[in-house]
């Protein structure tokens, strides 16, 4: 089982990026997806996850209506589209994938993850 994410970097304020999640090792249309980062010093924190069809997403607070999560599960692949990028979205950006229900938002909850890449936001 592996996710592999891509696309992090350094990018100004109000700027966008959009990272993707390669998934292998596993069917990924049976897994809810999920999107986490994390910034130095600080806990994992979940910011959106999207079903196993992709017909329903759920964002943080703090990202909702800036970014969006999308999947192609014949690609095997999730994307995170990051717009209005602020300075305090940086942090290193996690896939994740969980067996359970739809509603997870605990990292505990989740069976698989990415290593990360790294999102930088800064003029």
């Known amino acids: 089982v592996q996710l592999v994410e891509s696309g992090g970097g350094m990018v100004q304020p109000g700027g966008s990026l959009r990272l993707s999640c390669a998934a292998s090792?596993?069917?990924?249309?049976?897994?809810?997806m999920g999107w986490f980062r994390q910034a130095p010093g600080k806990e994992r924190e979940f910011v959106g996850r999207?079903?196993?069809?992709?017909?329903?997403?759920y964002y943080a607070d703090s990202v909702k209506g800036r970014f969006t999560i999308a999947r192609d599960n014949a690609k095997n692949t999730v994307w995170l589209q990051m717009n209005s990028l602020k300075p305090e979205d940086t942090a290193v950006y996690y896939c994740?994938?969980?067996?359970?229900?739809?509603?997870?938002?605990?990292?505990?909850?989740?069976?698989?993850w990415g290593q990360g890449t790294q999102v930088t936001v800064s003029s």
């Open positions: 999207i079903s196993w069809s992709g017909d329903r997403t």
């Open positions: 090792g596993f069917t990924l249309s049976t897994y809810v």
């Open positions: 994740a994938a969980t067996s359970g229900t739809y509603y997870n938002t605990d990292p505990k909850n989740y069976d698989y």
